[in-house]
């Protein structure tokens, strides 16, 4: 059991308590097995406190230090932690359930085994965390800061990570089922930026990732549940470890103009549409005496369907270019249309393959 004077002076109050500590630096406070459900410790001090197997449901710890803390097996179901500092603290095996962890400090701490089911982490620093084996399913963590934590073997089933910062942390044999995870956000980013140049270049890497989620050098080979969620950490994993090569942001752009990052069929197929008519269009421009034509009238809609059976590369042979110009912007066509049907089909194939082989 806790030390019962300690204990007494707590209950006098925050003030009173965080007043004793000061003038007490040195003291190892012992509020072992204690019961402080529904207590009121606001802004309250307890740094390396021993609260092993205390009983703080429902208990408001808002802006509470509890850096180093030793709450294994602790009570803290409904607690209030909200912008409360656990750095290094100890919550193995502590029943976090529905606790609100939002805008807490957590970097280090110590969650093996806890069970935060339904738990609020949304904007937490959860730096070197170790969550592993810990029940995390139906929290939420969003704009977490999770970057190289462990939660190897832990349950993340319908966890809510939208904006969370997940790089260099470690998935492996972990329950990634039903997670929510924020994707195609093209057009929310622009209206956010209210369409202001400034503002959208701020948001550059967002809409080249379509995500804002961030899970550079991530270890989720072997994560389960959701092979879509893990196909997508891999190839953010690819996107951004590109984004930082040399000239990396120039062909992330142009690839993503092109084709979403060979993740748009559509966008593909439609620039394919555009090159067609473009040439369609200076084929017009040339004007007749530029081609042999063979039982046709020369007009946009002769050009467009000349253009589109080169671009194709099937060549029909019933117009052909009689100029040496003619000549050269068809070549550029038919070497465009190989590039642009090679790719067509790269994409569709991935489109179309079975996944997660």
């Not at 207590?39 to 703080?56: G, I, M, P, S």
């Not at 969550?131 to 800061?145: C, G, V």
């Not at 092979?227 to 142009?254: A, H, S, V």
Request: glycine share 8%; with cysteine.
């Amino acid at each position: 059991m806790g030390n019962r004077e300690q204990l007494a002076i707590l209950k006098q109050g925050v003030e009173v308590w965080n007043n004793w500590r000061e003038q007490h630096p040195n003291a190892e406070i012992n509020l072992e097995a204690t019961d402080l459900s529904d207590t009121d410790l606001e802004r309250v001090n307890l740094a390396d406190a021993n609260l092993e197997r205390a009983n703080l449901s429902r208990a408001c710890l808002n802006q509470a230090n509890l850096v180093r803390a030793r709450l294994q097996r602790a009570n803290l179901a409904h607690a209030n932690l909200a912008h409360a500092n656990l750095a290094h603290a100890h919550l193995e095996k502590a029943n976090l359930v529905f606790a609100n962890l939002e805008d807490a400090m957590l970097p280090f701490a110590h969650l093996d085994g806890s069970n935060l089911s339904a738990a609020n982490l949304k904007m937490a620093y959860a730096e070197d965390a170790e969550f592993r084996r810990a029940n995390l399913s139906y929290s939420t963590l969003r704009k977490a800061i999770l970057a190289s934590s462990d939660f190897r073997h832990a349950n993340l089933q319908g966890a809510n990570l939208e904006g969370a910062n997940m790089t260099s942390i470690n998935l492996e044999s972990t329950n990634v089922s039903q997670v929510k995870y924020d994707r195609h956000i093209f057009l929310g980013t622009l209206k956010e930026s209210g369409f202001h140049p400034k503002a959208i270049g701020g948001r550059y890497v967002d809409l080249i990732l379509d995500t804002t989620i961030r899970c550079k050098g991530i270890h989720a080979t072997s994560c389960h549940g959701g092979q879509r969620f893990k196909l997508f950490l891999l190839d953010q994993d690819y996107l951004e470890e590109m984004l930082q090569t040399r000239g990396g942001r120039i062909w992330c752009f142009l690839w993503w103009l092109f084709a979403d990052c060979g993740r748009s069929l559509p966008r593909w197929t439609g620039w394919s549409c555009v090159f067609a008519i473009l040439y369609a269009g200076i084929y017009t421009t040339l004007g007749r005496d530029h081609f042999l034509v063979a039982n046709m009238r020369y007009s946009f809609i002769t050009a467009l369907y000349y253009s589109i059976v080169t671009f194709t590369t099937l060549g029909f042979g019933d117009i052909a270019p009689k100029t040496d110009l003619a000549a050269l912007i068809v070549c550029s066509e038919v070497i465009l249309g190989y590039v642009m049907l090679g790719g067509l089909i790269s994409i569709f194939s991935g489109k179309l393959s079975r996944r997660g082989a």
